[in-house]
């Protein structure tokens, strides 16, 4: 949908939301430069660090989480409550206040349709992201308008979780089927128009958004919870590092994303700037096309893991500010983080001697790079290319915005996991599970775990237990597995900051998933 069509469906939504949207007066506005932004705005289809900033203020989830804590704690969102009626079924209560953008009101039929279009897509960008989420879901189903039930599969002990995840956020049922055709059928080029004039029932209405490059949030009064304290926000492109700080400098804009830590400085010496930042949840990594006859002996993969020295990736890029971690694993996992015992080794003597083993003949490796899109992804990329090469690895850096992760001849590439929702499933297992991303896109074959059938069994056993003492002893057993096989290997958790004017008041928040612009009440205030 471009040009005059998008126009036409941002003036309706605008048109329909005139009587409730805020007005107040001397409320502040801001605006974001921001180093990437996504080509459409739709929850349902978006598995990537830059889409994760602009769900949160305009949609909500059934279920919600404190972010101002590391460890998840649940509460009412748009359910008022939930319980479990069986093993396999969870009843929600539903508000019945909540509106949509466009002025609708919301009832069970749109949470049906939300769940419904996850749990069993039939729109080719949701498919994998019903895989990897809601494989074990099995339907949602209307009690009455304001009642729902999600019914599972097998009993899950994430299903309050996966209730919280963005791609499971409400969007409006009758809005989507009425953009482009049958008004009764939701048909693919109305999620496409969706994605490009979204509606939600959060505390922000999109009025403008340019695919990629734009997206402003307007405050929306009839917003069932706490009104925001700015009335409007503008998140605009500004690819390049020197010119988004130039840009906070000149008071173009009033936050800027994707600060390296070798530019804090430059921030903090302007009396009017300050820089905010935290360990983000997610990991920067290097993953290996096993499929690839170059990486198929695991001892060559193992090797390269022992060839990186992380410590000093983490002192040199990010001024110690990253974290090593000791393997797969997040603080915000809750009772599942266990720090008692590592995977992560950094042996180069080891890593020579597993060369000689497998008789590499000095074949160089290509690997994979974005110039841009990763903070401190390149640099990383040069530092890791001359530490392999100290084992007597060579390498070749092929730098290419373009992702290159699903080509065959792909070898070495970096690459990133986040921590989508605060359970291994949802970060490690959204990437290596046997439906996670990684396999689907056959860059890894998992070999058969010892003492199992397969890893689909071994996985199964971590993923269905209810008592978290077996989660625990099998997600263990998988991370020693994934250790031998080595199909990845994770570098550090990198320290990411935001400048800031020094008259905004805001900060990411540590129960957020990866770069979340969370600007709902309380959130952020400007000393006007």
Known sequence: MKGTKRKAFFAGVCTAAMMVLSTMAGAAEITIGAANMREYVDPGRDHSNVGSMQYINTFN?????????????????????????????????????????????????????????????????????????FDNMDRAEKIDDYTVRVHTKKPDPIIVTLLNVSESMIVPEKYIKGLTGDPDVAEDSDYDAFALAPVGTGPFMITEFIAGQKLVWERFDAYWGDKPDIAKATVTRINEMAARITALKNGEVDIITNVPPDQIATIERDSNLKVEGMQTPIFHLVFFNTNNPKMADKRFRQALALGIDRNLLNEALWYGKARVPEYHTFPQFGELYDPSWSTIEYNPEKAKRLLQEVGYDGTPLRFDTSATYYTNGFLAAQAIKEMWAQIGVTVNLNVDDRWTGSDGDMEVRNWSNPLYFPD???????????????????????????????YQELWDKFRFSMDINDRKKYYREIMEYVADEAPYSLLYQPYESYGLRKDVNWKPLPGHIPYVLDFRKGNITVNL
Do not use: Q
Not at 82 to 99: A, F, G, I
Not at 429 to 440: H, Y
């Open 61 to 133: 989830t059934l279920i919600g989480k404190d972010p101002t804590k590391i460890e998840p704690e649940f509460r009412p969102e748009i359910a008022e409550s939930w319980e479990m009626v069986s093993p396999t079924t969870m009843e929600l209560k539903l508000r019945k206040d909540v509106v949509f953008h466009n002025g609708d009101p919301m009832t069970a039929d749109d949470v049906v349709f939300s769940l419904e279009r996850v749990f069993h897509p039939t729109y080719a960008p949701y498919v994998s992201i019903s895989k990897e989420y």
């Open 424 to 454: 291994p499933v949802g970060s490690y297992g959204t990437m290596w599970s046997p439906t996670g991303a990684r396999i689907t896109a056959n860059s890894w074959t998992p070999a058969k775990p010892e003492g199992y059938a397969s």
